[in-house]
Structure formats: structure tokens, C-alpha cells
């Protein structure tokens, strides 16, 4: 920013001091006394470069007449100020007005001298301060979620019976997914992927997820917690070697943390590996990987111990095991609950053999990078709650609307009304924690005890959802047919998978309690 544009600045700017008027439109100050931060106006000087900040601070203050006060509370205020209560401001016919005010834009606002109409902002400045909250998503957002609610439902939702009956992954609904974008949709594309944000991303998986969680799970584990480390952590070799073909969807990757005693307590892995004449020697077990034994799947990063830290600890670090590598096998898929269509096996290790280059990041820093990982995993799991909630909704509101009892719908009783009523609430509420978390995390903000709370009450609010939609259907919610029966089966698993509510909850209560989200988080893996 050059001081020469201090004329035209907006609110949305790095100084948020003031912004253009409509004309006609009367500005008055609601008290005499009227007083404006500095701290605005320092924070300008901190975002500017070289010369320029101090630069804009003195055109401000000669351009909309500012005097500074001494002392640490230095604040800002009109060269001259009004003599009496609605005076009309003195840069009024600079057509901008001051914003920074300790009362805020809303409190005592009075009509102008002239006995006018209040001070009414004009529709574009509306639109420029609310630039910093704004529930609407972007055009690239709702054209991502909308492309994934018409898929959804047209190619996912019609058979989620039969795939949840028949255990089978569903090779062709992935393929399309990839064509669309789907399956890469927040990696870059530089790299194949979608180069879509995360909060693209969460509401994309929202509604596949409502058309059934098996592929919903699927999408998930692909992107958030298979690509994601490649991603972040991986070389330029390793980016294009590995996460070019799974960032287009054509190949799938897995993520290999669970273990028989570790999963919460990741600090408790005993896979080893040992660096022997230039190559990883893995030996170990995991369990429970999603992705990890489909034809299309291309590897695993998988954590490892690879030796002991000063303070007794182990050094976690994490590898890349491409799909075929000798001495890397899978056991059998499991029989489930829930997420049937989706793909998990147990993946075992015996003198497993890749290139030292084949370590993912930095020798050491595994566990602080899956944890990392982690978070991002969270807050689409409780995405992908959501979407399942929704489908609850969905299904207990049309039966609410068309089964009869006592000659009328049962949507007439205040006790299914409630029911409904409750469901609507707590998916609401659940689908902004998750937007907030994701939107937190695109912006570069710490977002772990937002991604738990997220987790947390997402989960458990599909689960009631749940359990009010079969209760809602009666006997019908109780038939392996109905919709709401599968739902059922499958919504526990998210209150377990990523983190369990026990251990989101000791995170949330220990970061609001003594420490920071990560610092707790870190603190109950390693002890």
C-alpha cells in the first residue's frame, strides 16, 4: 500500500480505518467524545514495506486529521472534534468516515443535524464489512458442493443399499469421483490434484457422505489422511513420484497408523524400522487401514519406531511403503458394522525393504506430522457426520410428513415435531463447527481444539439423529431394509475412528484448562 492510496481505502484492508461513502449519506458522531484506536493504524505500518509505513501513518493523520497521545494506550482522534453531540463529522465531504471507533459501529448512532434519516451504510460498504464473517459460501465453494450433492444423489444414493448389503468397494463410483475432481480436491495442481481449499472440501464431503458414509469414508481417508502428509511433508521426487497418479484419483493411498496398542496413545507403536545399508528394514503390524487393499491402491505411509530420544521416548518417524514392495503384505478385510463398501485391511511387515529416501519428512518428526495430519482428519470426519445426520433428517422428515396415525400425519404430534425440531438444531450447529474448523485451518489459524469440538459433537449429534430417525420410522426403522436401520449400524464408528470422543474431550478441556490445543495433544500421545 503507497500512502497516495489512503483516499480509496477500504474496510477489508490492512488498515481498517476507513471507507468510502455514499453520497447523501449522513455521517454524525454519536458522542463528543469520540475517540479511535491507534492500534489499527499501527498494525497498518507492521503490514507495509520498507518506508511506506511510516509513510502511510503521516498521510493519515495529515489526510483525515489524526493526532496521536502519548503513553501505551495511544489513540487516535479528529484534528477537530465536533462541539456538541450529532455534529457532523469534519472529513465528511472527503466522502470517507472513521470505522476504528470504541463503540462500534452500532451504539448510539444518532440522526444528522438536519434531522434526517440515522447514518445508513451503503450496500457495497455492507458488503466489504462483512468481507470478515460471511456465512455464504464463495462460488467455487457452492460449485464444489453442488457438483458433489447432484452426483451424490443421483449415482451414490440409489445404490448404498445394495453396496452396504453386498460388502463390495465401489471401483466405479471412485473412478467418476476422480474425473470429477472429487478425490484430489485439495491437493495442488501442480501436482493433479483439484487445488480446491478445505472448506471446499468439507462441504463436498458433507453431501457425498449423506448419500452414504462407505464412500463418503473412502473420499475421506484418500485425501485428508493418505495424500495429505505426501503433500505437505513429501520432496518434489517423492510429490511426483507418488501423489501425481492418488492427487488424480487414479491410484488411492493409505495411512498406516493403528496398531494392536497404539492408536489414541500413537506413541505406543511397535513397528520398528532400521536404516541398513541405505534402506529401511520395516517389521511390524497395523490394523484397520482404510485404502490400503484395493486393486487401485498404489501404498502406505505408515509410522515406525526408528530408535530411542534422550528422554526414554521413542523416535517415530514416517515411511513410504509403495503397494508391491517385497516383505509387505495385506491379511483379509474385516467383517463390519458399518462403512461394509468401504476397503480396511491389516497390513503386516517382515524385513520390508525401501530406499532411505523413502522417509517422509524429517527423521524424528513422524509423530508430530501424523498428529498434524490428524486435525485435518477430524474435522472431515465430523463432515462426514454431518452429512450422515442430515441423512437421518432426511428420511425421518419425509416419514414424519406421510406415515398416519389416528387419521393424520404423524408430523402433527408435538412429540415427533420435538424430534425433528432437535435434529434440525443440533445438525446446525454441528455443520458450523465444521465450516469454522475447516475455515480456520485454510487460513493458516490453529484450528486442533476447534477440530475436537467439531469431531466431538458432530459425531454424537449423528448418533442421536439416529436414533430419533429409527425411532420416528417405528418398526419399519427396525427392518435391515430401511434406510435409517443402515444409518444406525453405521454412525458409531465416527464418534471411534480419528480420535475418540474421550480423547478430543481431554484435548478441549486441558487446552481451555493450562495449554494450547497442540501442547496437550502432543502431551497425552507421548505419556
Given at each position: 500500500m503507497r500512502p497516495e492510496d489512503i483516499d480509496g481505502l477500504t474496510v477489508g484492508g490492512p488498515l481498517d480505518l476507513v471507507a468510502e461513502r455514499r453520497p447523501g449519506d449522513a455521517l454524525v458522531y454519536p458522542d463528543r467524545n469520540l475517540r479511535y484506536t491507534y492500534r489499527k493504524l499501527k498494525e497498518a505500518e507492521k503490514g507495509c514495506a520498507g518506508a511506506d509505513g511510516g509513510r502511510l501513518r503521516e498521510a493519515a493523520v495529515e489526510r483525515?486529521?489524526?493526532?496521536?497521545?502519548?503513553?501505551?494506550?495511544?489513540?487516535?482522534?479528529?484534528?477537530?472534534?465536533?462541539?456538541?453531540a450529532g455534529a457532523a463529522c469534519p472529513v465528511r465531504a472527503s466522502g470517507c468516515y472513521h470505522l476504528c471507533c470504541s463503540g462500534g459501529l452500532g451504539s448510539g448512532l444518532r440522526r444528522g443535524p438536519d434531522g434526517g434519516r440515522p447514518w445508513v451504510a451503503s450496500e457495497g460498504f455492507r458488503a466489504r464489512r462483512m468481507r470478515a464473517m460471511n456465512f455464504d459460501p464463495t462460488d467455487e465453494q457452492r460449485r464444489w458442493r453442488d457438483l458433489s450433492r447432484d452426483f451424490a444423489q443421483s449415482a451414490i444414493r440409489p445404490r448404498a443399499e445394495q453396496l452396504d448389503r453386498e460388502q463390495k468397494f465401489p471401483y466405479d463410483i471412485v473412478a467418476e469421483m476422480s474425473r470429477l475432481g472429487l478425490m484430489g480436491l485439495t491437493l495442488p495442481e501442480e501436482h493433479g490434484g483439484s487445488g480446491g481449499d478445505f472448506v471446499a472440501y468439507n462441504l463436498a464431503l458433507e453431501e457425498i457422505s449423506r448419500a452414504d458414509t462407505s464412500v463418503g469414508i473412502t473420499m475421506e481417508a484418500h485425501v485428508s489422511l493418505g495424500c495429505s502428509p505426501l503433500a505437505t511433508y513429501g520432496t518434489a521426487e517423492q510429490k511426483d513420484r507418488f501423489l501425481r497418479t492418488c492427487a488424480t484419483g487414479e491410484r488411492l493411498w493409505a495411512f498406516g497408523l493403528t496398531e494392536e496398542e497404539a492408536g489414541t496413545d500413537a506413541g505406543g507403536t511397535r513397528t520398528t524400522a532400521q536404516l541398513e545399508g541405505g534402506e529401511w528394514v520395516i517389521n511390524g503390524s497395523k490394523k484397520w487401514i482404510t485404502n490400503s487393499g484395493t486393486d487401485v491402491t498404489a501404498g502406505v505411509t505408515v509410522i515406525a519406531r526408528t530408535g530411542t530420544r534422550e528422554n526414554g521416548k521413542p523416535e517415530l518417524t514416517a515411511l513410504i511403503v509403495p503397494q508391491e514392495t517385497p516383505g509387505f503384505a495385506r491379511g483379509p478385510g474385516y467383517e463390519k458394522l458399518g462403512w461394509r463398501a468401504s476397503d480396511q485391511h491389516p497390513l503386516f511387515f517382515e524385513d520390508c525393504r525401501v530406499p532411505e529416501e523413502n522417509l517422509l519428512g524429517e527423521r524424528?518428526?513422524?509423530?508430530?506430522?501424523?498428529?498434524?495430519?490428524?486435525?485435518?482428519?477430524?474435522?472431515?470426519?465430523?463432515?462426514?457426520?454431518?452429512?450422515?445426520?442430515?441423512?437421518?433428517?432426511?428420511?425421518?422428515?419425509?416419514?414424519?410428513?406421510?406415515?398416519?396415525q389416528f387419521g393424520r400425519a404423524i408430523g402433527r404430534f408435538q412429540a415427533i415435531q420435538f424430534k425433528l425440531a432437535d435434529m434440525a438444531m443440533e445438525i446446525e450447529l454441528a455443520r458450523n463447527l465444521v465450516l469454522k474448523a475447516a475455515w480456520l485451518k485454510e487460513g493458516g489459524r490453529p484450528f486442533s481444539r476447534e477440530a475436537s469440538m467439531a469431531k466431538v459433537f458432530a459425531s454424537e449429534a449423528a448418533k442421536r439423529a439416529a436414533d430419533q430417525a429409527v425411532q420416528i420410522h417405528g418398526g419399519e426403522g427396525f427392518m435391515e431394509g430401511s434406510a435409517v436401520a443402515r444409518y444406525w449400524r453405521q454412525v458409531k464408528i465416527n464418534e471411534i475412528g480419528e480420535g475418540t470422543s474421550e480423547i478430543n474431550r481431554q484435548i478441549i478441556a486441558r487446552s481451555l484448562l493450562e495449554e494450547s490445543a497442540e501442547e496437550a495433544k502432543a502431551k497425552m500421545v507421548a505419556q
Open positions: 483525515h486529521g489524526l493526532q496521536t497521545s502519548v503513553g501505551d494506550t495511544t489513540q487516535i482522534a479528529p484534528r477537530e472534534s465536533p462541539t456538541s524424528g518428526a513422524g509423530l508430530r506430522q501424523f498428529l498434524r495430519t490428524l486435525d485435518g482428519g477430524r474435522v472431515a470426519v465430523a463432515a462426514l457426520s454431518v452429512g450422515l445426520a442430515q441423512a437421518c433428517f432426511d428420511e425421518a422428515l419425509a416419514r414424519a410428513r406421510e406415515r398416519r
